[in-house]
């Protein structure tokens, strides 16, 4: 076996778009389009900014020359430059070093596989001086974060790299390259592997959309299909039957035909194919997630990053920083983890707390729109409240995650967390179990409980004895669940890439209008250009207009691509969970995605500071979040067709009930009679329901008084009790749940068992990595 054949499943992405040929993982600098990030005079590893201070007096000035000072000790080069108002530190660190961490990674347990090369690559020293600017601490035990809340220092960030970002522009961060595959290894030179496995991932999901997207698009045409021949619709939109009014006082009874439209958007998203179609998807989801893990370890092992620990890398940080530190303990205490717990209890009692009030909204907005004067809102009283508690949810989901990040963060720093990596799993769990209560809460309750708790005729429950519970439409609950769905996919994908591409975009031009930048001198521009003149600076003028360039553009931290994960996870989750009720939800993703890489990628090249370079071999914990939603939808997209759908209730009076049950007639169609045999009757002289309504309320909009009326549940006319047939479809839905969970449990088992996370191509090249690194050791020690 040859040592340099290409993997399988790198030349798979290749061919399947996501990834570029010309962007094939190596480790060498020849084979990329980049130049060699490398070192050199021209390049700086980080840059401090400051507010320029007059008064040496004041404590503010006193604390910057302070911690400058201690910089200088651990033999850190200084270049300070002075502009108008703010004053820039120019940081470079000594190559003892650098080398230092080189031979660390060479002798530590899990790093010392990482290819070792010659010169240290800028993303390397970039991560390293990041870490030892935030491990300085002043002589009153303030660090580098804590100057910068006192506004001590105004912005810290590493420099971008003219030349390579040109390169990145060209290649990948424009909307003209949306269709093209993404050169991830040129990304993974200049952003570090953390980035390069997100864009990989995110390719990777955005490809395997295109056939849920497409499948998703003919089981909505499929409903379509019957839209003039299904019987469900005809019988609908041709009833004279008298439905109960839907509210107190103001409300009179209707006609079923009114809702003729409402019946005919439920049978798009409520088929037959809708079943198969969450089958396929909860099997998608792991063929999506088996197939990552093994492009994954291609990836990271091209990358010499297989078995790479960040945790580790913490330690050899902390070392070379410095070199008399102590370790920091693993601890563990019931208390805080008691603490903990119960605080997170209380926030997801707080968001459920908040879907509640939803409910109470939309309950109480049926009944003020039903009596007000506009004809229109009050006659789609029910549909208007829908909208408008989508809506609202939406600004709730808003204000929330601003609540969800204050709160998981003062959670970590109770937990006091070993390393960086053990708090940033912990951060991450916890805010995407808060993201995932505030988005899916109301939903579960419109999937789950909407129109199952309300009461019936008589025996009506109510809030605080005033307001009525909300009505399923007779064809069904699953249009509400859609309108949710749809209402806040659209608008959180919208809304959220608008602000998130045009805050950065009005940032920088703001500060261009500000701020004028003058021209590269010629001399600098040649130096700048050859990258080869070793022991020449740029003149201090061109260096302020570099430093300015980046300043201006807006800041990230340690949270910038975590939110953009977390933004993508929401999504899949919205993909999966509920994709019986929408099936157009992988389109709206997969059209979202194509948008989304290329605004993160501009975004990330031309209108962010540049990202520290993280060194990582995995997506860390957001892996299990996947593996928890794929195992999330199988049981939400069961109970959603056996409990929330009217699939069946339709195949028991199809098999049961229904006119073909004796096989004798030929000339009707099977559901002919199915709407009807949904709705109960209620008679007004029953004198236990006579206070329910209102004379004024049984006058139909023709003007006849009426003495009954009808609504959806399966009551006995007498007594009102549940009928036998009630029962029987209630073990069906239940029987159903319980089989379609254990098949598809099964299907995504063997397909897990079917598809290995590591490649054999992997496997072996790590052998025989390893055999050689092994025989180089030997061969060096002499023995």
């Not at 025996?459 to 069904?476: M, T």
């Not at 071999?617 to 892996?623: D, K």
């Amino acid at each position: 076996m040859s040592r340099h054949r290409r993997q399988a499943s790198i030349e798979l992405l290749e061919l399947m778009g996501v990834v570029k040929e010309n962007g094939h993982p190596s480790d060498s600098p020849e084979t990329s389009p980049l130049l060699p990030t490398v070192h050199t005079p021209l390049s700086y590893d980080y840059v401090l900014v400051a507010k320029t201070v007059d008064d040496p007096e004041k404590d503010t000035f006193k604390m910057q020359e302070a911690f400058i000072e201690k910089l200088k000790m651990k033999n850190l080069k200084i270049t300070k430059i002075v502009d108008d108002t703010v004053v820039f530190y120019g940081i470079q660190a000594p190559k003892e070093v650098f080398e230092k961490y080189m031979y660390l990674l060479k002798v530590s347990d899990a790093c010392n596989w990482s290819k070792q090369q010659g010169t240290v690559p800028l993303s390397t020293r970039i991560r390293i001086v990041h870490y030892m600017l935030n491990h300085v601490f002043l002589d009153t035990g303030e660090n580098l974060w804590e100057l910068m809340k006192k506004k001590v220092f105004e912005a810290k960030f590493c420099l971008h790299e003219r030349k390579n970002q040109k390169e990145l522009r060209k290649s990948w961060a424009r909307w003209t390259a949306c269709l093209q595959g993404q050169p991830i290894s040129d990304v993974r030179s200049y952003f570090g592997e953390k980035v390069a496995l997100y864009y990989l991932w995110l390719g990777w999901y955005t490809c395997l959309l295109i056939l849920p997207a497409v499948l998703g698009v003919i089981v909505f045409l499929y409903g379509l299909a019957f839209f003039n021949t299904s019987p469900l619709i005809k019988e609908v939109c041709e009833s004279k039957t008298i439905m109960c009014p839907l509210c107190d006082k103001r409300c009179k009874v209707w006609l079923l035909s009114d809702t003729c439209l409402y019946a005919k958007v439920s049978i798009l998203f409520d088929n037959e194919g809708t079943v198969m179609f969450a089958m396929f998807m909860a099997v998608w989801a792991t063929l999506f997630l088996e197939f990552w893990k093994r492009h994954r370890a291609s990836y990271t092992c091209a990358w010499k990053v297989f078995d790479w620990c960040e945790e580790e890398e913490e330690l050899i940080l902390e070392i070379v920083n410095d070199a008399e530190c102590e370790p920091k303990r693993h601890k563990h205490s019931y208390l805080r983890s008691t603490l903990v717990l119960i605080l997170a209890t209380l926030v997801m009692l707080l968001i459920i707390g908040l879907a509640h009030a939803l409910v109470v909204f939309r309950v109480v907005a049926t009944v003020m729109l039903a009596e007000g004067s506009w004809e229109f809102l009050s006659d789609h009283s029910n549909t208007a409240a829908v909208i408008l508690g989508a809506v609202l949810h939406y600004f709730t989901i808003t204000i929330m995650t601003w609540v969800n990040r204050i709160v998981s963060l003062k959670l970590c720093n109770i937990e006091e967390n070993q390393s960086f990596a053990a708090t940033e799993r912990s951060f991450t769990v916890k805010m995407f179990t808060f993201q995932f209560f505030t988005l899916f809460s109301s939903l579960f309750y419109i999937a789950f409980f909407l129109g199952r708790i309300n009461g019936h005729p008589g025996g009506y429950v109510r809030i605080a004895g005033k307001w009525r519970l909300e009505e399923c439409h007779p064809s069904g609950c699953l249009t509400d669940l859609f309108i949710q769905m749809a209402i806040i996919m659209v608008l959180k994908q919208t809304i959220s890439n608008i602000f998130e591409f045009g805050g950065p975009w009005f940032n920088r031009w703001l500060k261009r209008k500000r701020t004028k930048l003058q021209r590269k001198c010629a001399h600098c521009y040649k130096k700048e250009d050859q990258q080869t003149n070793q022991g020449q600076d740029l003149c201090e003028n061109c260096m302020l207009r570099d430093w300015l360039r980046n300043y201006r553009l807006k800041d990230v931290d340690s949270f910038s691509l975590f939110n953009e994960f977390l933004e993508m996870v929401l999504q899949f989750s919205f993909t999966t969970i509920f994709v019986a009720a929408f099936p157009l939800a992988p389109l709206l993703a997969f059209i979202n995605n194509v948008v989304e890489i290329r605004l993160d990628a501009i975004k990330m090249v031309s209108l962010e500071r540049r990202m520290v370079p993280k060194k990582t071999n995995n997506i860390g914990v957001w892996t299990d979040v996947l593996e928890a939603i794929g195992v999330l939808a199988v049981i939400a997209n069961g109970l959603v067709i056996g409990i929330s759908s009217d699939f069946i209730p339709r195949l028991v009076y199809r098999y049961h009930y229904g006119p073909c049950v004796n096989g004798t007639v030929t000339d009707m169609d099977c559901m002919s009679g199915y709407i009807n045999n949904t709705l109960s009757i209620l008679h007004m002289n029953d004198q236990r329901i006579y206070k329910e309504f209102s004379p004024d309320q049984m006058v139909t909009p023709g003007g006849q008084n009426v003495s009954y009326c009808s609504y959806k549940d399966y009551r006995s006319n007498e007594d009102y009790s549940f009928t036998p047939q009630f029962w029987l479809i209630l073990a069906m839905r239940f029987a159903f749940v319980i089989l379609f969970e254990h098949v598809v449990v099964i299907c995504k088992f063997i397909t897990a068992w079917f598809v290995p996370s590591v490649p054999l191509d992997v496997k072996n090249l790590r052998l025989f990595d390893k055999l050689n690194r092994l025989k180089e050791e030997l061969r060096s020690s002499k023995v």
